[in-house]
């Protein structure tokens, strides 16, 4: 063979690896599952704010539908905690997330969630969180609290702690030293059971919590009433990781939107967190981000303040 056969011969292989590389790397591997199948399903996660058993239910439920109208799998999970879903999305280990107004607020500015779709009650995309007492506890007023057991929903609750806990300072009356205990109940039909059930003396929660325990409770109504309501919040959201594929964000958001339009999906919305609709929109949350500038709250850890 000569010099120039065997250049030829070089030239023509390099440019086939090179060809061959480029190839290979735009070339999804083999090994990694496309996000959606039955064996790399959407991981879908729930925030723990009502009754566990329906949270499960209902996620499961939706999801079923959801694979219906998307041709996604998807598998469902209750988290243990508001900051359990927010670190599951940073960490990849979750694609969307069911998370309440300051958890989304957290995660955006934490993780650079997106906002895909804001939950709709009776119509509207704001709610209240509201100061609720014992009917015949003798408390009549915010000042009546003082040197009483109090019960929050969860440190990263805006209806059940960040709202109600800047009414209360507003006023005057610094929880720290206000209460004689505050504790966390872990969710909003928590904090209304321990004030029916008498662990604590008064509580906060969202404004439609007496009403979401009513059909195991039904003189829950006579036995607890209201102090006093926070300024509206922003509903609760349904948010995805940044990096989820364009195309499965516009599956999503399609997909619930239908959902919520349909009267069966409807019916399971409202099961699972009293939810009659689904709206765009992220500017809503601009009063959640000033409340926690204002009580100091750290946005990476909402335990501790700046």
């Not at 010099?3 to 090994?31: D, N």
């Not at 919040?233 to 364009?246: A, F, G, H, Q, Y």
Request: hydrophobic residues 40%; positive net charge.
């Amino acid at each position: 063979m000569s010099f120039l056969q065997f250049s030829i011969l070089f030239r023509s292989g390099c440019l086939f690896l090179a060809i061959l590389f480029q190839v290979v790397g735009m070339l999804r591997p083999v090994s990694a599952e496309i996000l959606g199948t039955s064996r790399n399903p959407v991981q879908m996660m729930f925030v723990p704010s009502g009754d566990a058993q329906v949270i499960v239910k209902g996620g499961q439920e939706v999801a079923e539908l959801l694979q219906n109208e998307t041709g996604l799998h998807f598998k469902t999970s209750e988290a243990t905690s508001y900051a359990a879903v927010i670190e599951a999305m940073g960490a990849g280990k979750v694609d969307i997330g069911w998370l309440a107004t300051f958890s989304y607020v957290l995660a955006k500015d934490k993780y650079d969630v997106e906002l895909l779709l804001v939950v709709q009650r009776f119509g509207s995309p704001f709610y209240r969180g509201q100061i609720m007492v014992r009917t015949d506890s003798g408390i009549n007023s915010l000042d009546n609290l003082q040197g009483k057991r109090f019960a929050f929903v969860d440190p990263a609750s805006t209806s059940g702690h960040l709202y109600p806990k800047t009414l209360l300072l507003s006023k005057g009356l610094d929880p720290k030293t206000f209460f004689s205990k505050t504790i966390f109940a872990g969710s909003h039909n928590a904090v209304v059971l321990s004030i029916y059930k008498g662990e604590v003396d008064g509580g906060a929660a969202y404004d439609g919590s007496r009403a979401a325990v009513a059909k195991s409770y039904p003189d829950v109504f006579e036995k607890i009433k209201v102090l006093a309501y926070t300024k509206e919040i922003p509903n609760d959201t349904v948010s995805v990781r940044k990096e989820l594929p364009e195309g499965v964000k516009v599956k999503l958001r399609n997909g619930l939107k239908k959902i919520s339009d349909s009267p069966k999906g409807s019916k399971v919305l409202k099961r699972l967190y009293g939810i009659s609709g689904l709206m765009d929109l992220d500017g809503l949350f601009d009063p959640v981000r000033e409340a926690g500038r204002l009580l100091g709250l750290n946005l990476e850890n909402p335990n501790v303040k700046n």
